[in-house]
C-alpha cells in the first residue's frame, strides 16, 4: 500500500526524517513558503508550496496523507481555519510543540525542580500552545512536546560561545536530531490520537555542567557565567519510553556527551 507522508515546515528536522523514512513512506513530501529556494535539494515533485497565512495554498496538501507539523501552530484562527479545510482528509497528524509549554510549572524556589510529565499544566497564553491544544482535541493529533533540538550544526557549546546561553545551575532537556525524527515516525503510527508525550533523552542537565564537561580551554575562551537563578525545568519522558518501548525502538542518543564528540568530529 503507498503511503504518503507530507511534512508541513520542512527544515532542519525533515533531513533527518529523509533519512529513515524509506522503510515507512513510498512518497515523503516536503512543504515551504518558498520551495525553489528553500527545498532546492529536493526533487520538484515532492516539493509542495504551503504557507499557513495563504490560505489559496492550503489545497496543495494532498488527501489521505500522513501529516507532520512541525512549525509552530499559530496564530489560532489560521490553525482552525487550514483544520477545517482540510476536513480530516489526513490518516494521522502529528504536531511537534515545545517544552516551553509548561512554563508555569517552573518554580525557581524548588531546587532541583520537580519532574514535569505530560499531565502538568501548560500555559495556555502561548499562542502555540493554543493551537496545539486546539489540534489535540479537535482533530486528534498526537502533540510532541520537545526539547532543545541538537546534532550536526547545532552544538549546545556553541550556543554558550555565542551568548546565547550563559553557565548557570538552571536545567536543560535536550533531544538528538537523528532520535527526534525515528520519534516522530513511530508518534505517526503508534501515537494514540488525542495524545501528549514529552520529547527528551530523559536526562536533565544544567549549562554549568555542559559548559564544564564540553570547554577546551586551548581553543576555547571562558565564558560568563549567569547570576540568575532560574531552575528551568526536568521533563519527564517516561511516556515516551513506553511508546518506543511498544514499538520496539529506544532512544540511541542517550549520552549527550559522546553524541556531542561525535559531532566535534564531523565539523
Same mark, same amino acid.
Given at each position: 500500500?503507498?503511503?504518503?507522508? &507530507?511534512?508541513?515546515?520542512?527544515?532542519?528536522?525533515?533531513?533527518?526524517?529523509?533519512?529513515?523514512?524509506?522503510?515507512?513512506?513510498?512518497?515523503?513530501?516536503?512543504?515551504?513558503?518558498?520551495?525553489?529556494?528553500?527545498?532546492?535539494?529536493?526533487?520538484?515533485?515532492?516539493?509542495?508550496?504551503?504557507?499557513?497565512?495563504?490560505?489559496?495554498?492550503?489545497?496543495?496538501? @494532498?488527501?489521505?496523507?500522513?501529516?507532520?507539523?512541525?512549525?509552530?501552530?499559530?496564530?489560532?484562527?489560521?490553525?482552525?481555519?487550514?483544520?477545517?479545510?482540510?476536513?480530516?482528509?489526513?490518516?494521522?497528524?502529528?504536531?511537534?510543540?515545545?517544552?516551553?509549554?509548561?512554563?508555569?510549572?517552573?518554580?525557581?524556589?524548588?531546587?532541583?525542580?520537580?519532574?514535569?510529565?505530560?499531565?502538568?499544566?501548560?500555559?495556555?497564553?502561548? @499562542?502555540?500552545?493554543?493551537?496545539?491544544?486546539?489540534?489535540?482535541?479537535?482533530?486528534?493529533?498526537?502533540?510532541?512536546?520537545?526539547?532543545?533540538?541538537?546534532?550536526?550544526?547545532?552544538?549546545?557549546?556553541?550556543?554558550?560561545?555565542?551568548?546565547? &546561553?550563559? @553557565?548557570?545551575?538552571?536545567?536543560?532537556?535536550?533531544?538528538?536530531?537523528?532520535?527526534?525524527?525515528?520519534?516522530?515516525?513511530?508518534?505517526?503510527?503508534?501515537?494514540?490520537?488525542?495524545?501528549?508525550?514529552?520529547?527528551?533523552?530523559?536526562?536533565?542537565?544544567?549549562?554549568?555542567?555542559?559548559?564544564?564537561?564540553?570547554?577546551?580551554?586551548?581553543?576555547? @575562551?571562558? &565564558?560568563?557565567?549567569?547570576?540568575?537563578?532560574?531552575?528551568?525545568?526536568?521533563?519527564?519522558?517516561?511516556?515516551?519510553?513506553?511508546?518506543?518501548?511498544?514499538?520496539?525502538?529506544?532512544?540511541?542518543?542517550?549520552?549527550?556527551?559522546?553524541?556531542?564528540?561525535?559531532?566535534?568530529?564531523?565539523?
Amino acid at each position: 500500500m503507498r503511503r504518503t507522508l &507530507v511534512i508541513l515546515g520542512a527544515g532542519y528536522l525533515a533531513r533527518f526524517i529523509r533519512l529513515i523514512s524509506d522503510d515507512c513512506y513510498s512518497d515523503v513530501r516536503f512543504t515551504s513558503r518558498s520551495p525553489a529556494i528553500n527545498l532546492s535539494d529536493v526533487s520538484i515533485d515532492r516539493r509542495i508550496l504551503f504557507d499557513l497565512s495563504q490560505p489559496e495554498t492550503w489545497g496543495n496538501i @494532498p488527501g489521505d496523507a500522513d501529516l507532520l507539523w512541525s512549525f509552530p501552530a499559530a496564530p489560532l484562527e489560521a490553525v482552525q481555519r487550514f483544520a477545517a479545510r482540510l476536513n480530516g482528509s489526513f490518516r494521522r497528524l502529528v504536531v511537534l510543540g515545545s517544552t516551553s509549554a509548561y512554563e508555569r510549572a517552573a518554580s525557581p524556589a524548588i531546587y532541583p525542580p520537580p519532574w514535569i510529565d505530560e499531565t502538568a499544566e501548560v500555559d495556555d497564553s502561548i @499562542p502555540r500552545v493554543k493551537g496545539e491544544e486546539f489540534l489535540r482535541k479537535n482533530c486528534a493529533a498526537v502533540v510532541l512536546r520537545v526539547a532543545g533540538i541538537y546534532g550536526p550544526d547545532r552544538h549546545p557549546f556553541d550556543w554558550i560561545k555565542q551568548g546565547r &546561553v550563559h @553557565p548557570s545551575r538552571k536545567y536543560v532537556n535536550l533531544i538528538h536530531v537523528e532520535d527526534l525524527a525515528a520519534i516522530c515516525l513511530v508518534a505517526l503510527e503508534s501515537g494514540i490520537p488525542g495524545e501528549v508525550y514529552n520529547v527528551s533523552d530523559g536526562v536533565p542537565r544544567t549549562w554549568t555542567e555542559i559548559s564544564e564537561r564540553m570547554r577546551k580551554p586551548q581553543t576555547c @575562551p571562558d &565564558v560568563k557565567s549567569d547570576d540568575n537563578h532560574a531552575a528551568g525545568k526536568r521533563i519527564s519522558n517516561a511516556k515516551l519510553l513506553a511508546m518506543l518501548h511498544n514499538a520496539g525502538a529506544s532512544i540511541r542518543h542517550d549520552d549527550l556527551y559522546a553524541s556531542l564528540s561525535c559531532t566535534e568530529n564531523t565539523r
